[in-house]
Nanobody, 125 residues
Framework: VQLQASGGGLVQAGGSLRLSCVAS????????MGWFRQAPGKEHEFVAA????????YYADSVKPRFTIARDNAKNTVYLQLNSLKPEDTAVYYC???????????????????WGQGTLVTVSS
């Protein structure tokens, strides 16, 4: 299984980015997907999660309603739309996958089995 995250970059506060994570080597619709982030000097933080069927989503309070998670099972891809970005959103963003029933979201990092390599988002003030 491989997860390839992309879409990070440098953006001014108030701007937007869309992160993508392409999965291979798995039956994508059978996997709950999540996004996490780690800022310099801080712990790993949950951002958003989506069920395999895309019927259920969950967000950290710190990113509601600015971020939106979505998935395209035909493309084996999960997305994270980041709007109204703040300097405190600066972090490396990671996607993760774990096999679960199609209506289940997973918010706990230790429950995820597969992780992508991360993509850096830098928000300037």
């Amino acid at each position: 299984v491989q997860l390839q995250a992309s879409g990070g970059g440098l953006v001014q506060a108030g701007g937007s980015l869309r992160l993508s994570c392409v999965a291979s080597g798995l039956t994508f619709s059978s996997y709950a997907m999540g996004w996490f982030r780690q800022a310099p000097g801080k712990e790993h933080e949950f951002v958003a999660a989506i069920s395999g069927s895309a019927d259920s989503t969950y967000y950290a309070d710190s990113v509601k309603p600015r971020f939106t998670i979505a998935r395209d099972n035909a493309k084996n891809t999960v997305y994270l739309q980041l709007n109204s970005l703040k300097p405190e959103d600066t972090a490396v963003y990671y996607c993760a996958a774990v096999q679960r029933p199609s209506n289940i979201v997973v918010v706990t990092a230790s429950w995820y089995k597969y992780w992508g390599q991360g993509t850096l988002v830098t928000v300037s003030s």
